[in-house]
């Protein structure tokens, strides 16, 4: 079973096509990137890496987890991820680094290298990795999915959780400003995820399992991939 880095990663997982032995960097290529640093990486990090690290539908849809080779340390942070639009990035501090599950903190890009201020985005980096995993696959990263014309209405809310169990992500939903206090809850079973805040996007490993979400739901698509 490839590797498991949070409670929510299972399911994570069976949205996303199944994992292959070369979806990870092979050890050498992150041992080099410590190297390079001059730091040790976080083991949660290092095994994320030797198992997803390849894989840019889970990890670069949207926002980008840097490759080993381009992680930085500014401002006594190493950057190991950066958002969309280039504005902030997000670090792990560098007194963090032994940890088991260090927290993650965010900053917006400036000029200067060594003049970054860091705010806490995630208590954990395994929040911040269910994060990124699940805003990926609702990004289009899943192989199939969807955004329908129906909004998130109460009638549709209740309809939902007649089908599909709740999830609670110690995170701010994909596209917002890093709360470490937020909660995202999405909704799913194995090989689905919705997420019902305004729009109702769906994600699927499969056509057949799209394709039951919006006949459950009585749902139209308006987009679909």
Request: proline content about 7%; overall charge negative.
């Amino acid at each position: 079973m490839a590797f498991q880095w949070s409670s929510h990663a299972a399911h994570i997982q069976s949205v996303f096509s199944p994992w292959q032995e070369q979806d990870g960097y092979p050890l050498a290529i992150i041992e080099a990137a410590e190297q390079a640093l001059g730091l040790p990486l976080p083991a949660l990090l290092k095994n994320f890496y030797l198992a997803w690290g390849r894989r840019t539908d889970l990890t670069r849809t949207r926002e980008t987890m840097l490759n080993p080779d381009q992680l930085t340390v500014r401002s006594g942070g190493v950057i190991f991820a950066e958002e969309n639009q280039a504005v902030y990035v997000w670090a792990i501090p560098c007194t963090a680094l032994h940890s088991t599950n260090p927290p993650v903190y965010a900053a917006e890009l400036t000029a200067e290298p060594d003049d970054l201020h860091w705010t806490p985005s995630h208590r954990h980096l395994s929040d911040f990795l269910d994060y990124v995993a699940y805003g990926h696959a609702l990004a289009h990263g899943a192989p199939h999915g969807g955004v329908a014309h129906e909004r998130c209405t109460d009638a549709l809310q209740n309809l939902i959780v007649q089908y599909w169990h709740p999830s609670e992500i110690a995170s701010v939903q994909m596209g917002f400003l890093p709360d470490p206090a937020a909660r995202w809850v999405v909704h799913g079973g194995p090989g689905v995820v919705l997420d019902c805040e305004g729009e109702l996007w769906v994600a699927t490993r499969t056509v057949a399992l799209r394709e039951m979400v919006r006949e459950r739901l009585h749902l139209t698509w308006k987009t679909m991939w």
